[in-house]
């Protein structure tokens, strides 16, 4: 029976329970604690709409019409983005929580929902971005006997997702949501799933509400800042390299200026260069597919690597031939989020558990390091082969990317957003664009093919002011080239550019 069944059916219990002004977002008013007869659609939008969720992106589905009926009663609070594919939506999921820092809401259908929302996911796992998927699940009458669309989730996505559980008990459902938004935000921030069985979504249980979540967050210890500031200056050939999730414009502005002031040359990691100002003195490039030579020999030869909330993975370290493995040849100070990331790979001389906020404030508290012989020469070389790397080569043919690029970075505002997918299409973007604003990048450090198009109609949803730009190759373009419709639809005015080569390359 369908939420809109039950509402029906049971006409007396709804009027006597729902709570006043209810369709105009009141849930959050609600005193602290109350206990209220509600459906389990009610109850997982309510929770939603109490951990600040104002968007969700999906495609509905019959497994889960309880939710959407809740949906309805809260469109002022919060608006349902209809996708055309569930890829889409949970890439247009990854790219709000990207944009936003807080966890993006993609809901789909059981089973070929699910699996198709599974590319999204995957983006959102390798790329540390907070995300919720919820799926509608068959009945709990049903489960084992492979009912119509039946897949274990757990199974399924156990090895792509922080956190993947099944809500048997709608009266449990602000425990699991809390759960959830915590899980996502904190750490190594990622992905987590839920499956949502129908008949638990319209039962009517009696609940309190959870309250707000507060992400939990590591700090680097006093001790650990003064062996950074000791390490720092003993070396001669430091480099400085910043990546991972939890970075904001406040984050940019603390590192760049400590950085400057301790002449150290910094790059980012792959798809991360919005981290940096592009134009910064102290940027030197990005380690990643395509890395400029005299930069990857620049990082082989430094004696000290102070890397910054990234992993060090494959497309960072060159296939894992730029960093010894497991003892790294450059001393390294490896700080992260994540304990369990730290000495995954690579034994480093000072692992710091520490998120990128709390280790850029850490850096304003123990001020500039001194700077060995030579440091600000090594900073102006840096600058001088990156800068170098920039200028267009001419190409094959008579559409010449290099200088598209540069065209885009002479007419595009300063906090313009450029999106893309996974093709060598790209390797002209990262090159040769240069990112001032944190954000203004969008693209999955995963390699997923299909990423730009969605990625760039949320964007566009959550900063409308900005102009978005979506580069994709033709193939790339036409996995997710559907969502064009969700685009118009919603008045999201993107530009996007497809560069067609005609063939995969």
């Known amino acids: 029976?369908?939420?809109?069944?039950?509402?029906?059916?049971?006409?007396?219990?709804?009027?006597?329970?729902?709570?006043?002004?209810?369709?105009?977002g009141a849930a959050a008013a609600r005193p602290a604690g109350a206990v209220m007869k509600r459906s389990g659609g009610q109850i997982l939008v309510e929770?939603?709409?109490?951990?600040?969720?104002?968007?969700?992106?999906?495609?509905?589905?019959?497994?889960?019409?309880?939710?959407?009926?809740?949906?309805?009663?809260?469109?002022?609070?919060?608006?349902?983005?209809?996708?055309?594919?569930?890829?889409?939506?949970?890439?247009?999921?990854?790219?709000?929580?990207?944009?936003?820092?807080?966890?993006?809401?993609?809901?789909?259908t059981r089973g070929p929902g699910a699996t198709n929302a599974s590319a999204g996911v995957h983006v959102a796992f390798q790329d540390s971005t907070p995300m919720i998927l919820l799926i509608g699940q068959v009945g709990r009458?049903?489960?084992?006997?492979?009912?119509?669309?039946?897949?274990?989730?757990?199974?399924?996505?156990?090895?792509?997702?922080?956190?993947?559980?099944?809500?048997?008990?709608?009266?449990?459902?602000?425990?699991f949501i809390g759960r959830a938004f915590s899980v996502a935000l904190s750490g190594r921030r990622g992905p987590v799933v839920l499956a949502l069985p129908e008949d638990m979504l319209t039962d009517w249980v009696e609940c309190a509400d959870g309250a707000?979540?507060?992400?939990?967050?590591?700090?680097?210890?006093?001790?650990?800042?003064a062996q950074v500031?000791?390490?720092?200056?003993?070396?001669?050939?430091?480099?400085?390299?910043?990546?991972?999730?939890?970075?904001?414009?406040?984050?940019?502005?603390?590192?760049?200026?400590?950085?400057?002031?301790?002449?150290?040359?910094?790059?980012?990691?792959?798809?991360?260069?919005?981290?940096?100002?592009?134009?910064?003195?102290?940027?030197?490039?990005?380690?990643?597919?395509?890395?400029?030579?005299?930069?990857?020999?620049?990082?082989?030869?430094?004696?000290?690597?102070?890397?910054?909330?990234?992993?060090?993975g494959e497309m960072t370290t060159g296939g894992y031939t730029m960093v010894d493995i497991p003892v790294p040849g450059q001393t390294l100070i490896h700080v992260h989020a994540g304990a369990e990331e730290l000495n995954r790979v690579y034994r480093a001389n000072l692992p710091i558990n520490a998120s990128n906020a709390a280790f850029a404030a850490a850096l304003q508290q123990i001020g500039p390091v001194k700077a060995g012989p030579g440091w600000a020469e090594q900073v102006r070389q840096a600058r001088s082969d990156y800068e170098a790397w920039q200028e267009p080569p001419v190409s094959p043919g008579h559409v010449q990317m290099g200088q598209i690029l540069r065209w885009l970075d002479a007419n595009l505002p300063a906090d313009a957003v450029l999106t893309n997918g996974a093709g060598n299409y790209?390797?002209?973007?990262?090159?040769?664009?240069?990112?001032?604003?944190?954000?203004?990048?969008?693209?999955?450090?995963?390699?997923?093919?299909?990423?730009?198009?969605?990625?760039?109609?949320?964007a566009k949803l959550v900063n409308p002011q900005r102009t978005v730009v979506a580069f994709a190759g033709d193939g790339c373009f036409l996995m997710t080239g559907q969502e064009f419709a969700t685009a118009l639809q919603y008045g999201a005015?993107?530009?996007?550019?497809?560069?067609?080569?005609?063939?995969?390359?």
Request: glycine share 8%.
């Open 212 to 225: 707000p979540v507060q992400p939990v967050e590591a700090h680097p210890s006093e001790a650990q800042m």
């Open 426 to 458: 790209a390797t002209w973007l990262h090159r040769f664009h240069r990112y001032r604003r944190h954000t203004g990048q969008l693209a999955p450090t995963s390699g997923s093919m299909g990423y730009g198009v969605p990625a760039a109609v949320a």
């Open 1 to 24: 029976m369908t939420a809109e069944a039950v509402r029906h059916h049971q006409p007396m219990l709804w009027a006597a329970t729902a709570w006043p002004a209810m369709a105009h």
């Open 47 to 108: 929770q939603l709409r109490i951990q600040g969720v104002d968007t969700v992106f999906g495609v509905p589905g019959e497994s889960f019409l309880a939710v959407l009926d809740a949906l309805h009663d809260h469109t002022n609070a919060m608006r349902f983005v209809i996708c055309r594919q569930e890829g889409g939506a949970a890439m247009m999921a990854d790219a709000y929580g990207k944009t936003t820092g807080r966890p993006g809401i993609c809901m789909v």
């Open 141 to 175: 009458d049903m489960m084992e006997r492979e009912a119509f669309q039946e897949i274990d989730y757990r199974r399924m996505f156990g090895q792509m997702a922080k956190w993947v559980a099944q809500i048997d008990d709608a009266a449990r459902i602000p425990e």
């Open 229 to 312: 500031r000791q390490m720092l200056e003993a070396s001669r050939r430091p480099l400085m390299i910043v990546g991972g999730s939890g970075w904001s414009e406040s984050v940019r502005e603390q590192v760049q200026a400590w950085a400057a002031a301790s002449d150290l040359p910094v790059g980012a990691v792959f798809r991360r260069q919005d981290y940096l100002d592009n134009e910064w003195p102290n940027y030197v490039g990005d380690v990643g597919i395509g890395i400029n030579p005299k930069l990857q020999q620049r990082l082989k030869d430094s004696d000290l690597l102070l890397v910054m909330g990234a992993r060090l």
């Open 493 to 505: 005015n993107v530009v996007i550019v497809v560069v067609n080569n005609g063939m995969y390359g």
